[in-house]
């Protein structure tokens, strides 16, 4: 496991990206799948940056671990913010208008869709979300690209 800790404002989402990019280059992540993890990464990040510590500044804790058999990425976001569960918000409904559809939801709605598993805890006062990528489908998804 490798772990990027940082202050968790917005303008330092290029520093957990490049931390969870080098983690996903040293395992010749598919390109595919290194943008899928980026965009939840992003999501997930500026989440927290938004709003897990009201208006003082606190921390982001990015933990990258690679698992075998199958082959994939997990990705924690530990925080110490106000305890919040983004997975217990029920789902969008992405059949209305976007006008008809109530606001908020659609980014973590999206993380749980492209990610294999996301799991969120709430222990000794920090918030601590996962989430899994199965690096072997991406290869299968680039075969069937090109």
Do not use: W
């Not at 969870?20 to 940056?49: H, K, R």
């Not at 082959?71 to 569960?85: A, C, K, R």
């Amino acid at each position: 496991m490798k772990e990027f800790i940082t202050e968790a404002k917005r303008e330092n989402l290029p520093k957990v990206l490049a931390f969870v990019d080098g983690q996903l280059e040293a395992v010749d992540c598919p390109m595919l799948t290194q943008t899928s993890i980026d965009v939840a990464v992003e999501e997930l990040f500026i989440n927290i940056a938004s709003y897990a510590y009201d208006m003082e500044n606190g921390t982001a804790v990015v933990q990258v671990t690679v698992l075998e058999d199958p082959l994939s990425v997990e990705i924690t976001f530990i925080d110490n913010g106000q305890p919040y569960d983004p997975l217990a918000r029920e789902d969008p409904d992405i059949t209305l208008p976007k006008q008809k559809r109530k606001k908020g939801g659609l980014g973590i709605f999206m993380v749980k869709k492209t990610m294999d598993d996301v799991r969120y805890e709430y222990k000794d006062g920090r918030n601590i979300l996962t989430i899994r990528k199965n690096l072997n489908e991406g290869h299968k998804e680039n075969e069937q690209e090109i």
